[in-house]
């Protein structure tokens, strides 16, 4: 009769109770209270740390974000004072403190900052400003939200009119700028034309031998032994709204002798339309 021997569950290991009490305190009372035989006392003072540990992780996830909160308030006196890199300082260490973006206002702020200091963002707003807007701008009695925080727009609004004196050269740039945008997308435009374009051709014809699919099928059945069919070569011609195709190939004539023959089509860009032109 063999020896047989049980195994404690995980839970009940040394290790199984720390990884347990490490990872899921909330779940360590009912296992120790539903799964085990220890004295009444010991569980209870599991459940005393258990408690413990999560009580005090709820604590320091609530100040951690009380500190988070306090930097980005803290931001906001800086930016007051026009202090933009101590404000950016700030605003890095709330992130480090709560890097949930929905639950922390320090990303989108940062965010909004970035604009302000963004070159191409002050450009391109004095380049589409209307010639009114632009005279209001001068007089310093434009009153137009171009970044969501009051702040921020004010001082967004003062590198504008230091600025407003290369409006010209800035509206310039950018008509270069969206020049050579719209000239990318028409290049990208045409090659993915191009590409669906011989990707469209190129399926017609068989990767294995380079024929051509539909007119080999055509050949095959105009055939006195179709099985005798043997591709030699084929070529085509792009003619823009139709292809030229040539084949050559060998098969058995009606009298049983193998002969070399050549066939010409005209096949329409999608394939399915295939005319033969010349069999020779």
């Known amino acids: ?161 230091e600025n407003a004196d290369q409006r010209a050269v800035y509206i310039a740039e950018v008509e270069e700028l969206r020049k050579k945008e719209q000239e990318e997308a028409e290049k990208k435009k045409l090659e993915a034309e191009a590409n669906a374009r011989t990707e469209t051709i190129e399926k017609q014809f068989s990767a294995w031998d380079g024929s051509h699919i539909k007119l080999t099928r055509l050949i095959k059945n105009s055939m006195n032994d179709p099985d005798s069919y043997e591709h030699v070569e084929t070529k085509y011609w792009d003619m823009k709204d139709h292809l030229i195709v040539n084949t050559t190939f060998r098969g058995k004539n009606a009298f049983g002798g193998t002969v070399k023959n050549t066939v010409k089509a005209k096949v329409s860009l999608d394939g399915e339309n295939v005319e033969i032109l010349e069999q020779y």
């Open 1 to 161: 009769m063999s020896e047989q021997t049980t195994s404690k569950p995980w839970y009940k290991k040394w290790w199984g109770i720390i990884l347990t009490i490490a990872f899921f305190p909330l779940v360590v009372p009912y296992l120790v209270w539903t799964k085990t035989t220890w004295n009444k006392w010991v569980k209870i003072a599991i459940t005393a740390v258990c408690a413990i540990i999560v009580i005090s992780s709820m604590v320091d996830s609530s100040q951690r974000k009380q500190e988070s909160l306090d930097l980005v308030n803290q931001a906001e006196v800086f930016i007051s004072e026009n202090k933009i890199s101590d404000a950016l300082t700030a605003l890095n260490k709330s992130q480090e403190l709560n890097t949930i973006k929905s639950e922390n206002s320090a990303f989108e702020l940062e965010e909004k900052i970035t604009k302000l200091q963004s070159a191409e963002f002050l450009k391109k707003t004095l380049a589409d400003m209307s010639d009114s807007d632009f005279d209001l701008l001068q007089k310093g009695e434009l009153k137009t939200s171009f970044i969501n925080h009051d702040g921020l727009n004010k001082l967004f609004l003062a590198k504008l009119r």
